[in-house]
């Protein structure tokens, strides 16, 4: 494999040891790198490539041309898929090949590889810590519901460790460390990975009543189906959960400050209501972490939007970029919809009563796109009826 823009040379070797998928055998991977060549020797492909993706992460490298056979092609692709995002370039070259070789259907080698995969990352070590999860006293215990934080996952990109919960193409966390991430989460937590369905958050105000057809994109999702998990993300935005412990039903609402002046918390409300027979009285919510005024600046026109809906919700009304409070905004629109004040809950740091759950400003605990940039992880908030 060579990198142009680095000059660093790799060479994957897949040791035979069976025709059709190499489970066992000694995997080698020669890494050249223009300093220190390196040479990685696994009993796993996933060994081998999950150490040579390390290996290029840390020198940043991300276009790489594989030098390998017609079938190590085959295989590479299929681990290229799982192990590997869109934020990578690759280009194959073709320098020798089996004349002779009973290879597994592509169908089969995808499941051979997934399960492979999927067994070495469940052996990996926690890192940062054990999986903690924020609770509500607020909600009641014919819920399961939480809000992850970023400790106990497995993710090793510092913007992204450790416990990302969001599998984003233009990042470098792929799609299977993800997966490994939520198994850990539900199995703290207490559901099953299956059951889980995440926000296709678009910035908007869109709410999907789950059972009827889903639009591309919502901010919200209501149901009131037992034992099905529903999630939003959060990265600064807030995760907003729902619940109606009379008539049973839940949601979960991703609001940034455009959805917040779109009424994407209302929205949701109303689809609880509209679809379940809720009553906003009985409704509970409960504001995840996210950015505070101590952290989030809008462009003045923007400011002002929020500064209509209470003057509390501004600060430095008169600066070129005002700071902002999503949060008590989210706060005043609920109670104005018919939410109970004494219903709504901003969430706080354990035995902390006094400190905001701002994601900016907790490193430790949080991910944050205002602090981290445009490669950041992901929090999320989760609700299931039990």
Not at 233 to 261: E, Y
Request: charged share 20%; net charge neutral; with cysteine.
């Amino acid at each position: 494999m060579y990198d142009q823009g680095k000059g660093n040379i790799f060479c994957f070797k897949s040791s035979v040891g069976t025709d059709r998928f190499a489970r066992s055998s000694l995997q080698e991977m020669f890494i050249g790198f223009s300093d220190s060549p390196q040479v990685l020797c696994k009993s796993s492909l996933s060994a081998a490539l999950y150490d040579f993706k390390q290996a290029i992460d840390k020198e940043d490298i991300s276009n790489v041309k594989i030098v390998t056979s017609s079938r190590g092609r085959g295989l590479f692709q299929v681990y290229q898929g799982l192990l590997f995002t869109s934020a990578y370039n690759f280009e194959y070259s073709i320098m020798f090949d089996n004349l002779s070789c009973d290879c597994c259907p592509p169908g089969q080698c995808t499941a051979d590889a997934e399960r492979e995969l999927s067994t070495f990352l469940q052996h990996l070590p926690a890192l940062k810590g054990d999986i903690a999860i924020l609770r509500s006293s607020l909600i009641s215990d014919c819920f399961g519901h939480g809000f992850s934080t970023r400790t106990g996952g497995i993710s090793y990109i510092s913007t992204l460790s450790s416990l990302n919960l969001f599998c984003n193409p233009r990042r470098k966390d792929s799609r299977a460390v993800v997966a490994e991430n939520l198994r850990r989460l539900g199995l703290q937590a207490g559901f099953h990975p299956h059951q889980f369905n995440l926000i296709k958050c678009n910035h908007a105000s869109d709410v999907w009543v789950m059972g009827k057809p889903a639009p591309d994109s919502y901010d919200g999702m209501v149901t009131n189906q037992v034992g099905v998990v529903i999630a939003a993300p959060g990265a600064d935005c807030m995760p907003l959960l729902f619940t109606d412990p009379v008539a049973k039903a839940i949601g979960v609402a991703h609001a940034g400050w455009k959805g917040t002046l779109m009424g994407i918390a209302m929205a949701t409300v109303n689809a609880m209501v509209s679809e379940f027979g809720s009553r906003p009285a009985d409704i509970v919510c409960v504001i995840g972490p996210s950015v505070g005024p101590c952290c989030f600046t809008l462009e003045q026109d923007s400011a002002r939007e929020f500064h209509a809906i209470h003057p509390d919700c501004v600060r430095h009304i008169d600066s070129s970029r005002p700071y902002v409070d999503i949060r008590h905004a989210t706060r005043i629109l609920l109670e104005r919809g018919g939410i109970k004040p004494e219903h709504i809950e901003d969430l706080r740091i354990p035995h902390k009563s006094d400190s905001t759950l701002c994601t900016s400003c907790h490193p430790e605990l949080f991910f944050s796109h205002v602090r981290d940039g445009l490669n950041f992880g992901t929090q999320i908030g989760f609700v299931w009826i039990k």
